[in-house]
């Protein structure tokens, strides 16, 4: 049985392994033990604080496989992505260059350094063992953390995001970090990537020119790098857009990776989760039904699993004694539950546009 709790400092090893395996390595969950050390003790801080509004907190969460007794996934939420430094993006940009006397009207797509994103609250830092991607696991772990933000919406941010690590060449090298960052650090894309991981992105907004970067002076494989999520990320970011969130105009700073963004309450696991008081009952005896997602609420014990959607008809829903184990509920308390699968995109439609946030 699979389960999403928060992290804590016996799953060090565990982190160190994830952030090690994780592909291509995150800037946001470095393999360097002391910075996990910290995550992990800034995450049980989160969890134990009382918060009225979203600040410098990270939660940390992971999966954990009971049958093998071992963690085989890690993903985070930061309350608020600028909370401590600006969180920096490029933004896309469209510049009109115009000349009456010659009759010359272009217009020119630039990236231009924004931290727009500062405000919202990040979903970001997941990495999943090998083993359990492609299955279930995947989404439980990434889409729990919703589950989580729905029951303490006080503690986040209305509009989340999202950044997705951008397009490598069959080099592993980063076309638009070759094209743009190297010319400004004599280094390659991966040392800067691990070097903001261990400190801060906040050196390449002092470093990196303040101007606009006009896209016709990049070479044309940083151009089509930008906003082109990496290949092994691909059904991750596909997921999130049948989530309700949406294609930013904003990208990563080194390799032009794609930042999505959305409004909470319109998220489809915002929509869809209900509450439902619990019945318990052998696993043998429930009926058919579709897997949910299925949270208890208890803030520092939160506990996510995946299990049957299954509603008695007076709207109980139905567990087995081993799902109730893990997730901690007694008959009669409550649960919430949202659906595992996702609308169709001709079944969702957010109502919105990337320009209203």
Not at 149 to 158: K, S
Not at 240 to 262: C, N, Q, T, W, Y
Request: hydrophobic letters at 40%.
């Amino acid at each position: 049985m699979l389960v999403v709790r928060p992290v804590q400092p016996a799953d060090l090893p565990a982190l160190e392994r994830l952030a090690g395996s994780a592909t291509p390595r995150l800037t946001n969950l470095p393999a360097h033990r002391d910075r996990l050390e910290e995550r992990i003790a800034r995450s049980r801080q989160a969890f134990a604080g009382e918060v009225d509004f979203p600040g410098d907190e990270h939660y940390t969460f992971v999966l954990e496989d009971r049958e093998r007794g071992e963690v085989v996934g890690t993903a985070t939420v930061r309350a608020q992505a600028g909370a401590r430094e600006a969180y920096y993006t490029y933004r896309q940009e469209t510049l009109i260059h115009a000349s009456q006397q010659l009759n010359v009207r272009r217009e020119v797509q630039t990236l231009a350094l924004s931290h727009e994103v500062s405000e919202a609250s990040l979903l970001c830092a997941l990495s999943l063992d090998a083993r359990y991607k492609g299955t279930s696991a995947e989404s439980l772990l990434r889409r729990a953390r919703l589950m989580f933000i729905a029951q303490y919406p006080e503690r986040f941010a209305e509009i989340l995001a999202m950044a997705f690590p951008g397009y490598l060449d069959a080099d592993g090298e980063s076309p638009f970090w070759n094209s743009v960052g190297r010319h400004f650090f004599v280094r390659d894309y991966h040392e800067i990537n691990y070097l903001a991981g261990v400190r801060s992105k906040s050196f390449i907004a002092e470093v990196m020119p303040q101007f606009p970067l006009y896209l016709a002076l990049l070479t044309p494989q940083a151009r089509a790098a930008i906003g082109r999520e990496h290949p092994d990320h691909e059904a991750a970011l596909a997921e999130m857009l049948a989530e309700g969130f949406l294609r930013s105009r904003h990208v990563d700073l080194f390799d032009a990776g794609p930042v999505i963004k959305g409004e909470r309450e319109r998220l489809a696991t915002f929509r869809c989760a209900a509450w439902h008081p619990v019945r318990i009952r052998p696993a043998h005896a429930l009926p058919d039904a579709e897997p949910a997602m299925v949270a208890n609420q208890q803030l520092g014990d939160f506990r996510c699993v995946v299990a049957r959607y299954a509603l008695s008809p007076t709207g109980q829903l139905i567990l087995s004694p081993e799902h109730a184990d893990v997730l901690g509920v007694e008959e009669g308390r409550a649960v919430l539950a949202a659906p595992l699968a996702l609308p169709s995109s001709d079944e969702f439609d957010p109502g919105y546009d990337e320009g209203e946030l």
